[in-house]
């Protein structure tokens, strides 16, 4: 069964850092790009950061663009998001999930991602 388990958010003031990690299982993990997503009260999810299968490519919404960096490990099927110098308008539920249609209605939880002073 496909799973995705997100940790790692929390609360951080404004210019800080949190790396949140994405734990994936029960699909072919190296065979399909992953992706961040993240949504607020309201408002639909919204797509952050894509990587390639290898790694290789990434690419990023443009407001997190400089800030955040998306990597993944196919040993350990999990890919993480560092993200850097945090503004408020970063706080959000972080989901992640691998791109295909048979993806489209499977999510886990998310984490929390709170930046105030």
């Known amino acids: 069964q496909v799973q995705f388990v997100e940790s790692g958010g929390g609360s951080v003031q404004p210019g800080g850092s949190l790396r949140i990690s994405c734990a994936a299982s029960?699909?072919?993990?190296?065979?399909?790009?992953m992706s961040w997503y993240r949504q607020v009260p309201r408002n639909e999810r919204a797509l952050v950061a894509t990587?390639?299968?290898?790694?290789?490519?990434?690419d990023y919404e443009d407001s997190v663009k400089g800030r955040f960096t998306i990597t993944r490990d196919n040993d350990k099927n999990m890919i993480f998001l560092q993200m850097n110098n945090l503004k408020p308008e970063d706080s959000a539920v972080y989901f992640c999930?691998?791109?295909?249609?048979?993806?489209?209605?499977?999510w886990g939880r998310g984490t929390q991602v709170t930046v105030s002073s």
């Open positions: 999930n691998a791109e295909g249609p048979q993806f489209v209605d499977r």
């Open positions: 029960g699909f072919a993990f190296s065979s399909y790009a």
């Open positions: 990587i390639s299968l290898g790694g290789g490519i990434a």
